[in-house]
């Protein structure tokens, strides 16, 4: 009983939507079938098909290689004998892990304060501070009119 699969083919270095054409697996080939036209069959033997993610697959057929995308990626890899996503080539074991200590002390090292409150530094610059005597001089001076006239 043979399976086809129908799907988009991609050689190496194309780009874009590919070329429409599907996929015949029997017991002892693989053909690929573009329209009416076979492009291409292979043994068993010489076909290698390894997912490369998003629902796509790198195929190696008897040393051709070209990526398929087939409609419906999950019973495409079901049929091969293929896991849908590539595998991890780390465990999660093996993974370096974040070390957060370490992060910490260089975030807090490299802090710097904005001012140093044991410095004697003026607070406010020098014309801050001028404006700052002659707006409320200027406010006293009208205060005391006011209490004058009232």
Not at 83 to 112: C, G, Q, T
Not at 127 to 134: D, K, N, S, W, Y
């Amino acid at each position: 009983m043979s399976q086809v699969f129908s799907g988009m083919v991609l050689l190496p270095g194309e780009t874009g939507d590919g070329l429409s054409a599907s996929f015949e697996k029997d017991e002892a080939f693989f053909r690929l079938i573009a329209g009416e036209d076979e492009l291409g069959s292979w043994d068993w033997d010489t076909c290698d098909i390894s997912p490369s993610g998003k629902g796509t697959f790198e195929m190696d057929l008897g040393g051709e290689n070209l990526t398929f995308t087939p409609s419906s990626p999950s019973a495409f890899a079901e049929a091969m004998s293929v896991p849908l996503a590539p595998a991890h080539p780390e465990e999660e074991s093996e993974r370096p892990k974040f070390d957060y200590d370490a992060a910490i002390d260089e975030v807090i090292a490299n802090i710097k304060p904005i001012r140093n409150p044991n410095d004697d530094d003026e607070i406010l610059s020098k014309p801050m501070l001028v404006g700052i005597v002659g707006v409320s001089t200027a406010l006293m001076a009208g205060l005391v009119t006011v209490s004058m006239v009232l």
